[in-house]
């Protein structure tokens, strides 16, 4: 089946220092979603990527899709402690309503 | 406007009871899900719905069950409870289905099998 990989699995950086975690699938993907969870808290969207090579930011935020469509990478400049939480990518292969998510990458924010 | 709501918060069961863990939401959304995300992990998926009357496997479905008798609420029971089902568990609900639009999840039901 569809293995979506993450990395790294925890990172702790200085306030102000960037962050980047990576997802790779074992197959091919339709689109990749990015979601990130505060402790204790549930899931919430931050976007999703369809186009091969795709980049899309957000403030402090740029996501991409790789040209193969089966890796992302999520990069965060500067990094403030309300990033704070887990990153979570989730890919989806085809027409089916299955999504694989990979095991989250936490980010620690030290001031 | 709710979203996505689930109940109950936190639940305590002995091994081999029976519990329906709730969700409804408000968002007329077709497409549901229920998702269990152990600790330090990602989340899996359990089932999903794609419409009323219209239930399918997720990648771990085994001592679950779901129903979708009506758009607003998807259900999930669990038969025979087991410390393996000790989880916290998370539905989701999007109006165009994963592949093309944005799950919304509830807050989760933390569920303790002892």
């Known amino acids: 089946g569809q293995q979506v990989m993450q990395i790294p699995q925890y990172q702790h950086v200085q306030e102000g220092e960037d962050f980047t975690t990576y997802c790779n699938s074992s197959?091919?993907?339709?689109?990749i979603q990015w979601y990130k969870q505060r402790p204790g808290g549930h899931p919430v969207f931050l976007i999703q990527?369809?186009?091969?090579?795709e980049v899309k930011k957000q403030k402090r935020l740029t996501f991409q899709f790789g040209e193969a469509k089966k890796n992302s990478s999520l990069h965060i400049t500067a990094t403030q402690t309300t990033d704070v939480g887990t990153y979570f990518c989730?890919?989806?292969?085809?027409?089916?309503?299955?999504?694989?998510f990979g095991i989250g990458t936490k980010l620690q924010v030290i001031p | 406007n709710a979203g996505v709501t689930q109940t109950p918060k936190f639940r305590i069961l002995k091994i081999g009871q029976s519990m329906t863990l709730q969700c409804a939401q408000d968002?007329?959304?077709?497409?549901m899900y229920w998702y269990r995300q152990d600790p330090g992990m990602g989340l899996k998926l359990i089932y999903y719905?794609?419409?009323?009357?219209?239930?399918d496997k997720g990648e771990v479905p085994n001592g679950y069950n779901v129903s979708r008798s009506t758009t607003e609420d998807f259900p999930l029971r669990l038969e025979l409870a087991a410390p393996s089902q000790t989880s916290v568990y998370f539905c989701?609900?999007?109006?165009?289905?994963?592949?093309?639009?944005?799950?919304?999840f509830g807050p989760g039901t933390r569920l303790t099998v002892l």
């Open positions: 990527l369809v186009k091969s090579g």
């Open positions: 989730a890919g989806i292969s085809g027409g089916y309503q299955k999504v694989t």
């Open positions: 968002m007329n959304h077709n497409y």
């Open positions: 197959t091919t993907l339709s689109n």
């Open positions: 719905s794609v419409g009323a009357g219209i239930t």
């Open positions: 989701a609900s999007s109006y165009a289905g994963a592949s093309t639009d944005t799950q919304y």
